[in-house]
């Protein structure tokens, strides 16, 4: 089933995201294919049930996740999916919320009063962190401040338990989905650019990525079903590989281009 990530929706993002950004149009549309396609959009929490042996998943689902809490999300997402009743998980960077957040300067976001109001049934909103950062090459220290804290404000922010948490940048490890679950988290979302499945990790979700340049083809298979692996499936070399050179980047203090 396509579990699919989306970041911003708007016409003039800024330019550190606009890569990551479809317009309201296209999402319409996606919402369209959706729709006509046959597929039937279930909350992230029915997935996750179905993971953890609980109630089976229509024969055709999908679930519509946003990560980092832009205010989009509250002025134009949120319209378009009450348009078509449609539910959604919000992943909220806590950090972002307020002045001085860890994106850069202009970055239209959520704040905590909006984010509130977004608190409503349709609506599932997760953590993704304090401060956005690749977790998988963080200290223990600063990985577990990350983890708990950011849960901790949007429980006492929303005043309940909030339990789906999505990795920045979708990076993981088993070291980082251990501190998850130690956190109370039950599941957490990666990105794989993979189908999820009812016999996947739900500390490990498979997301399908849509970026400025996913074409309607492409998205018109996702929603078919095709064109991307199913999860469950091994950690590749290559993705451990990658790991193990951003964490000698991190420990030597040194530019993505100086070792690149």
Do not use: K, N
């Amino acid at each position: 089933m396509p579990v699919f990530l989306y970041h911003s929706v708007a016409v003039d993002p800024p330019s550190w995201i606009a890569p990551f950004t479809v317009s309201p149009g296209t999402f319409a549309e996606h919402l369209d294919l959706i729709a006509d396609s046959g597929l039937r959009v279930v909350p992230l929490s029915r997935l996750v049930a179905a993971q953890r042996g609980g109630p089976p998943l229509p024969a055709r689902a999908a679930v519509l996740t946003f990560d980092d809490g832009f205010d989009d999300f509250r002025t134009t997402v949120l319209p378009l999916l009450a348009r078509h009743s449609l539910p959604a998980t919000l992943y909220v960077t806590t950090g972002a919320l307020g002045p001085g957040g860890p994106f850069p300067p202009g970055s239209r976001m959520l704040d905590w009063d909006r984010l509130g109001e977004l608190d409503v049934p349709g609506v599932e909103i997760g953590g993704h962190t304090l401060t956005h950062p690749q977790l998988d090459v963080l200290p223990a220290a600063p990985l577990r401040a990350e983890v708990t804290e950011c849960g901790r404000r949007l429980a006492d922010a929303l005043g309940h338990p909030v339990v789906s948490f999505a990795y920045p940048h979708g990076y993981s490890s088993p070291a980082v989905r251990a501190r998850v679950r130690e956190a109370g988290w039950t599941s957490a979302a990666a990105v794989r650019d993979a189908f999820s499945s009812a016999a996947d990790d739900p500390l490990r979700i498979a997301r399908l990525m849509v970026r400025a340049d996913t074409d309607r083809d492409r998205f018109r298979r996702w929603t078919a079903g095709a064109g991307a692996p199913v999860a469950p499936f091994p950690e590749g070399l290559a993705t451990r590989g990658w790991r193990a050179y951003r964490r000698l980047r991190e420990r030597l203090d040194v530019p993505y281009r100086a070792l690149g």
